[in-house]
């Protein structure tokens, strides 16, 4: 009889309602404060940047919300995603261990990001609004929201960080594709570009510095808002499509994952497979060992303090309380770029913090090697932030064969690495490094820390 590698969802089995982990937490997050008051903020005091129904679902404590249909019609085109069973990496490693994952690399832009586009360009959309800024790093959220702009006649203008913009031109072209306008960041458009070009004339960007000023242009204009690719509850809340799918999925295979393992920049896609197991957890439903892996290069969870701390380089977003190597941080230009963010989404540093999630970091070659092992095994080529959730999931897998058990382990295989050839290239050329950050700059920035007096 052949084993079965692949579990297809019926359509009319994709998720109803997004997941909201806030409702099952025995313990709040911490409120987002004000940088002026320090006092929490209100819905009030993000009604310039995001549409009151998006802000709703930043501070609900529901548990289901509701997806609309129109979303739901978007998600059809590649939704539910596929659950594999990866039998041929199993063969490889000779582990005893159920390797699973869920491959978000289908969507129309390549990755899961187009589960919280399309969410928020309908909410915008429904809001009046016109156009969307939003900031990039290697250029899926950028495209993600090109892509569902489109579909919503929105203007999109994305500002890319700057390293990322010449090392992927594919990605800039995609975007334009979709017919959305793409600028270097740090960039001459905003003031905040402005000073640290002054500085730094050839500064590499970070995504801190492009949330500045995408955020600052969206302040400015009543019909344009601003639009983030993670770390925002109601961002990771719209990627719990991919957990709960995964969830059913597993039942058909009759199985239930020992460890779920994603990889984290902002923390999205983590908590789209990982907060639905949690949320079962929490109701009673068995345990699960929950892994984020991170770069090595920008060590949020594992080597950043729990702090207040500001979302951007130049200070124009609230204060939230996560994880964090320090605003005015740079990572070096590693070639994952969507995980070359200082914070944490508050969401899982708050469930971090409480214990219920385990973090580890990986250097870039350790990942690349998982990650072509990956396509020489199961056919798909990984984007390099995909390869750290491979890594670890491999790490798993040989434990399991060192401890001689048979445990299932699910991961996100969140993207593919079609727009990032030059990084394999680089690989297979041998030239590769593993970066360290700069102990001195982390130092520093974490010496600029705002001081909040928490009651
Ligand atoms: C953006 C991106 C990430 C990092 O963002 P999260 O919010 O942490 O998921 C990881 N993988 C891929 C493929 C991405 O596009």
Same mark, same amino acid.
């Given at each position: 009889m052949s084993q079965p590698v692949k579990y297809l969802l019926d $359509? !009319? =089995?994709? /998720?109803k309602y997004w997941y909201n982990l806030v409702a099952d937490l025995p313990k709040p997050p911490p409120p987002v404060l004000h940088p002026g008051t320090q006092k929490p903020i209100g819905p009030d005091d993000l009604a310039p940047l995001f549409p009151m129904a998006l802000i709703q679902q930043e501070v609900s404590t529901e548990r289901e919300i509701e997806i609309p249909e129109p979303v739901r019609e978007i998600y059809r085109q590649w939704r539910p995603s596929p659950l594999y069973r990866a039998r041929r990496l199993e063969q490889a490693l000779g582990t005893p261990a159920r390797i699973y994952y869920k491959n978000e690399s289908i969507s129309p832009a390549g990755s899961h990001k187009p589960n919280t586009a399309v969410a928020q360009a309908f909410y915008n959309k429904e809001a009046g609004v016109k156009r969307l800024t939003t900031e990039t790093g290697a250029g899926q959220w950028g495209s993600s929201l090109a892509f569902a702009g489109v579909l919503f006649g929105l203007d999109v203008q994305v500002f890319m960080v700057r390293v990322s913009y010449h090392q992927k031109p594919y990605r800039r072209a995609l975007m334009e594709s979709w017919g959305a306008r793409c600028v270097a960041s /740090? !960039? $001459? $458009?905003t003031a905040s570009g402005r000073a640290i070009l002054a500085q730094r004339p050839d500064h590499p960007g970070s995504l801190g510095i492009a949330i500045s000023e995408a955020v600052e242009v969206a302040a400015q204009r009543d019909d344009t808002k601003y639009s983030l690719g993670s770390v925002l509850s109601h961002v990771l809340l719209h990627q719990t499509v991919v957990g709960q799918e995964a969830m059913l999925q597993l039942e058909m295979a009759d199985d239930y994952p020992d460890v779920v393992v994603g990889c984290t920049g902002g923390g999205s896609n983590f908590a789209g497979i990982a907060f639905p197991f949690l949320g079962a957890q929490l109701r009673g439903g068995r345990s699960v060992r929950i892994v984020a892996v991170e770069p090595a290069a920008c060590p949020t969870l594992t080597r950043g303090p729990y702090a207040y701390d500001f979302g951007d380089t130049a200070h124009l977003t609230p204060l939230v309380k996560m994880y964090t190597l320090g605003s005015t941080f740079t990572p070096p230009g590693?070639?994952? %770029? %969507?995980? =070359?963010?200082h914070g944490m989404a508050p969401l899982v540093s708050h469930v971090k913090e409480l214990g219920l999630i385990e973090a580890r970091a990986y250097h870039q070659t350790a990942c690349f090697d998982a990650g072509v092992l990956f396509a020489r095994t199961e056919g798909i080529l990984p984007a390099p932030e995909a390869n750290h959730a491979i890594k670890g999931a491999i790490d798993e897998a040989l434990r399991c064969k060192e401890e001689g058990v048979s445990q299932a382990i699910l991961f996100n295989m969140c993207g593919h690495g079609h727009f990032d050839m030059p990084a394999y290239i680089d690989y297979f050329a041998g030239k590769l490094t593993d970066q360290e950050y700069d102990q001195a700059e982390l130092a520093m920035a974490l010496s600029g820390l705002p001081s909040v007096t928490e009651v």
């Open positions: $359509e !009319s =089995r994709m /998720p /740090p !960039s $001459e $458009e590693f070639h994952a %770029g %969507g995980l =070359r963010y």
